[in-house]
């Protein structure tokens, strides 16, 4: 005779969500009991309940981002229980299950603290600043002309693999949300490594790195002192190592720029 499977354990929880009417608004913790939580269930589906309930009942339900729901697009940013993405390792919120927490407990939902990501309504932020750094140099405009046979460029083993590591980022801002400074930098490292690894992020790579990091700073975001918070919360497992390699190349950008032959002393030749 084949055992039945046992019913899912339902069980209750208590969310105490940040609620700010708008960017100007004071805000405050409110909490929500929801009963029936099934461990299966993810925590933005727990908000959407939470939600269905206080639409029923006329209530404002609680803002907060998200798209794809699967750790892809970084935009259901929210700080849980005092830890961006809350307490799961290498997941975003929305790969979060209810089976991380137990019965009874209250669970404390925050939006990401930054003063470059200002709050727009209750768990939403506005992090358009990591847009802009994106903007100033995160990406490639040289002609590659047509797209070559892949093995007419070759890329070494281990550059490919660090780039691809860096490639991940998906600009959630958990490492900005995670660092006593608000850094921005294991962010910026991850978008500068990924095109310093490739041949055809090499034209661009000084004056990429000096952009991007004038913009982070312009943004208020603070510096780098060693905490590693950044990669401890990263949904993508970034390894704050790329910060080493971003402080190594904003080294060599401004050494460079500060050394730039002018025209006249080139003989008008590309620098
Ligand atoms: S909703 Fe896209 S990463 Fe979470």
């Avoid at 997941?91 to 019965?103: E, G, K, N, P, V």
């Avoid at 490919?160 to 590591?165: C, F, K, N, Y």
């Avoid at 400074?181 to 294991?186: D, G, H, I, V």
């Avoid at 034209?203 to 790195?209: C, G, L, T």
Wanted: a neutral charge; glycine letters at 10%.
């Amino acid at each position: 005779m084949v055992a039945q499977k046992s019913a899912k354990q339902l069980f209750s929880v208590t969310l105490r969500v940040w609620r700010q009417a708008g960017p100007d608004a004071s805000g405050q913790f409110v909490d929500y009991p929801a009963t029936g939580v099934n461990p299966d269930m993810s925590f933005l589906e727990l908000l959407d309940v939470v939600n269905d309930g206080l639409t029923v009942q006329g209530g404002e339900p609680i803002a907060f981002a998200h798209d794809c729901r699967e750790g892809i697009c970084g935009t259901c940013s929210c700080t849980i229980n005092g830890k961006p993405h809350g307490p799961g390792h290498g997941i975003a919120t929305c790969q979060l299950y209810m089976r991380s927490f137990a019965d009874g407990d209250v669970i404390v939902v925050e939006p990401f603290r930054a003063r470059a990501f200002p709050i727009q309504k209750d768990l939403v932020t506005d992090r358009s600043a990591f847009d802009r750094i994106q903007q100033a140099g995160g990406f490639i405009s040289v002609r590659t002309g047509a797209a070559p046979d892949a093995n007419s460029i070759l890329v070494p083993k281990a550059d490919a693999d660090l780039a691809m590591d860096a490639a991940a980022c998906i600009g959630c801002g958990a490492c900005a949300a995670a660092c006593k400074n608000a850094s921005a930098m294991l962010f910026v490292a991850a978008k500068v490594s990924h095109l310093g690894l490739m041949p055809q992020g090499q034209p661009e790579r000084n004056q990429r790195v000096l952009a991007m990091v004038q913009t982070m700073d312009e943004a208020g975001f603070g510096n780098c002192t060693n905490q590693y918070e950044c990669s401890a919360v990263c949904p993508k497992n970034i390894s704050h190592d790329f910060i080493a390699r971003l402080n190594r190349d904003f080294f060599t950008a401004t050494l460079r720029s500060a050394f730039k032959p002018t025209s006249a002393a080139s003989g008008g030749g590309a620098g």
